[in-house]
């Protein structure tokens, strides 16, 4: 059974389809690319998943579950997380804080909290806390003010909130927009590591055509809010149509 | 509010250990009444302005201190600018004083008109907070104005409409102790802690206390980052609704307890002072003065707002005349001056300039040596 199953998903802005019943199967511990156009319905397809926006018509499944139309926090419990387009973090608060932030909303299934009680002595929370501020080599930076960070630092902030979540799905638009190559290697490697140790399945948007070649298992190719091609990375490479539609030769 | 980039070593989280807070707000609350009334009553000899306080007005400034610390839990951490706290403040006040009419006990009072606060505070804020910004400004708003017509027409049976509730019978606290007596008897400068200012003062360190608490709990991480970035909030897995449902609570029972103390108090609340909008007003002014968005920063605002409104009030200038009922253009002034000096508001303002002037005294130093 796939993780993540949607069927014949539609988005629709008044007249303007931008999601035109997109049927994905994603299994799990794999690294699912997105790619298309700009306008293609990248962005839309994962909000309808995410819960972002409701979609129009069809269903989303998630370990078996049906999940269409929840809210954004009943998704992240059942275990999907996403890593946003812009560094989405709290910018006056600890990049400490940020994480601890996420760690609490990860334990808000198994306890209610206690208004009277520190949030120094929740102790699975500190431990996620500094877990994934490790993992994104962020730790000696804890103390400091988000706002206060790098471009790069922000967005691996990012990636580490997303990640103290604990999901098992995670999304990510566009990791590497903006980022130096430096950076942009840096990411890379990260979601490599990522996927081996944690067994994450991840699903990926991207513009960075090396980026996808390097980390995805399969790529689905989005056209006018429609699938064009779902397959592995040398197929896609290969594919007439695939190039008609997007590539052009130009971008590879 | 205080949206300011830059923020000194002490961020928005103060963490200071209890038993420091308790002590330092204790002292600080038995010393109130004697530079009030004691050293500014010697400053208006000299200078020939009476610009002294009188016994009651310790008192006053800290039940609105109570209330104004509830509601920077909602306007200084989650952003959230209600304009209708008077609701709270007002039905606290009034159920306290119904209340007497059966059981005098202050406690009772105080626990009855917060609890009945709270419970309105349910419903109301579960429908305000569909909407932010604006909108959700209005809606209180809306809210406090129609409890307030309620109060002047069709519940005047319960509140005595537009002649003001009188009728309030406090007993003795705990049965023993006359609110009006003097804790110490028989010593001039003791005079004026009296039980009731005991009481009063008690409370608002359980409240300061609570509210630290609060602070330094998971609850107070939360509504921090509510204010900060709410769909981060949501995709975190946390129901923002939920949160912030209960920061609009928590600060209405803050604003129950003060409305409550507020009556036992005066012995009288009308419409005007219990439900009108610019009760609710004021509850931002004073929080926004002191500072939001810092544990103690509102009741330093609520100190300047009421030492205007009751002090400055009955000054009398040489020229001007009496300032009288043009004391909210003085509090205007005022509250310009202090916001250009000190955005974030009086008391993150002095804190940052303490800071400030020991680094510089602490540099200096080293260079000499």
């Known amino acids: ?47 309808c998943v995410s819960g972002l926006l409701d979609p129009t018509s069809g269903s989303v499944q998630f370990n078996g579950d049906d999940i269409t139309g929840q809210d954004p926090h009943e998704i992240v419990q059942q275990g999907i997380s996403k890593s946003f387009q812009t560094a989405s973090i709290f910018p006056r608060m600890s990049v400490a804080e940020n ?41 000696d930076d804890r103390n400091i003010q988000a706002q206060n960070l790098p471009y790069g630092d922000k ?14 799905l995670l999304f990510m638009d566009e990791p590497t927009a903006g980022m130096s190559p430096e950076e942009t290697r840096q990411t890379v490697d990260l979601i490599e590591n990522l996927q081996e140790e944690l067994g994450l399945t991840i699903v990926l948007v991207e513009h960075d055509m090396e980026v996808i070649f390097r980390v995805s298992d399969k790529i689905a190719v989005l056209h006018r809010g429609s699938i064009i091609a779902n397959a592995a990375p040398e197929e896609i490479r290969g594919d007439e149509q695939v190039q008609e539609a997007y590539l052009g030769g130009a971008e590879i | 509010m205080s949206t300011e980039a830059e923020e000194g070593g ?92 059966t059981t005098g006990s202050p406690l009772v009072m105080i626990l009855a008109g917060t609890v009945v606060a709270t419970l309105i505070a349910w419903p109301i ?91 330094n709990s998971p609850y107070g991480l939360i509504f921090e980052a509510l204010g900060q970035n709410q769909q981060r ?28 103390l507020f009556i036992i108090h005066e012995s009288y609340i009308h419409p005007n002072t219990a439900y009108y909008w610019i009760q609710s007003g004021d509850f931002v002014i004073m929080t ?27 000054v009398s200038l040489p020229v001007i005349g009496s300032i009288g009922s043009l004391w909210r253009i003085v509090l205007g002034g005022v509250f310009v001056v202090i916001i250009w000096a000190f955005p ?24 000499q040596g």
């Open chain 1, 1 to 47: 059974m796939s993780l993540l199953q949607t069927t014949d998903l539609v988005k629709q802005f008044g007249g303007l389809t931008a999601v035109d019943g997109v049927s994905l199967s994603i299994e799990r511990g794999t690294v699912q690319a997105i790619i298309g156009p700009n306008g293609a319905g990248k962005t839309t397809f994962i909000n």
């Open chain 1, 99 to 139: 994480v601890q932030i996420a760690a609490f909303g990860a334990e808000h299934g198994s306890f209610r909290f206690n208004f009277l009680k520190r949030r120094e002595s929740y102790d699975a929370v500190q431990e996620t806390t500094e877990r994934m501020l490790r993992s994104v080599d962020l730790w």
């Open chain 1, 155 to 168: 967005r691996r902030l990012e990636i580490a909130i997303a990640l103290a979540s604990e999901p098992e």
């Open chain 2, 10 to 101: 002490t961020v928005g989280g103060i963490d200071i250990s209890d038993s420091v807070l308790i002590a330092g707000n204790a002292v600080a609350l038995f010393l109130l009444p004697w530079v009030l009334i004691d050293v500014f009553g010697m400053v208006g000899e000299v200078i020939d302005i009476a610009v002294g306080g009188y016994s009651g007005l310790p008192s006053l400034i800290i039940i609105y201190g109570i209330v104004v610390i509830g509601y920077n839990l909602l306007l200084g951490y989650t952003g959230m600018l209600s304009f209708g706290h008077a609701a709270f403040f007002g039905t606290g006040a009034y159920v306290a004083g119904v209340v007497s009419g």
């Open chain 2, 125 to 215: 804020g579960w429908i305000s907070i569909r909407r932010t910004g604006v909108y959700f400004a209005v809606i209180t708003l809306t809210f406090g104005q129609m409890l307030y017509f309620w109060a002047l027409g069709p519940g005047a049976w319960l509140t005595n409409g537009d002649d003001g509730f009188s009728s309030v019978q406090t007993g003795q606290l705990l049965g023993t102790f006359e609110l009006g007596a003097p804790v110490v008897g028989g010593i001039e400068f003791l005079s004026v802690y009296t039980w009731e200012y005991l009481m009063i003062a008690t409370l608002a360190i359980v409240a300061l206390w609570t509210a630290n608490r609060i602070l």
């Open chain 2, 233 to 260: 909030v949501s995709f975190v897995g946390l129901d923002v609704s939920r949160y912030k449902l209960m920061a609009f609570i928590i600060s209405a029972v803050f604003a129950g307890a003060g409305g409550a």
């Open chain 2, 288 to 314: 926004v003065l002191g500072g939001a968005g810092s544990l103690v920063g509102p009741v330093f605002g609520a100190f300047i707002f009421e030492y205007v409104a009751n002090v400055i009030s009955g």
């Open chain 2, 344 to 367: 974030k508001g009086i008391y993150p303002g002095m804190r940052d300039a303490v800071i400030w002037i020991v680094d510089r005294v602490r540099n200096r130093g080293g260079e």
